[in-house]
């Protein structure tokens, strides 16, 4: 496979470190609701994993909590905190450690 040229950051939420899909919790339960988020996850880790084998990307976990970095949920890829603030500070975050500076 030729050298890696690219990334893909999956941001994700660990489960019992913050609240997740917590409007279908409402109506599910939040253990469904934290089932359905892990099912997802492995979803699209299967997809990434699948694109990362045909393409020279390497994937990642973009993980919300610097805490849970470390969380075996997150072992199939290399993770990287998120960083704190909005959703615009955190993409601009994680794109600064995965793009080095020209």
Known sequence: MPQK???IAVFVKTPGYSPL??????SVGTARAE??????TKAVAA???AVSQQKPVTP??????????????????????????GLGQRLAHVQQQLVPPR
């Open 35 to 40: 089932q359905f988020h892990i099912l997802s």
């Open 21 to 26: 899909k917590t409007r279908l919790a409402h």
């Open 60 to 85: 990642f976990w973009a993980v919300a909590e610097p805490e849970a970095v470390r969380d075996s949920l997150w072992s199939q890829f290399e993770t990287i905190d998120q960083g704190a603030g």
């Open 5 to 7: 040229q690219g990334a």
């Open 47 to 49: 997809v990434v994993q």
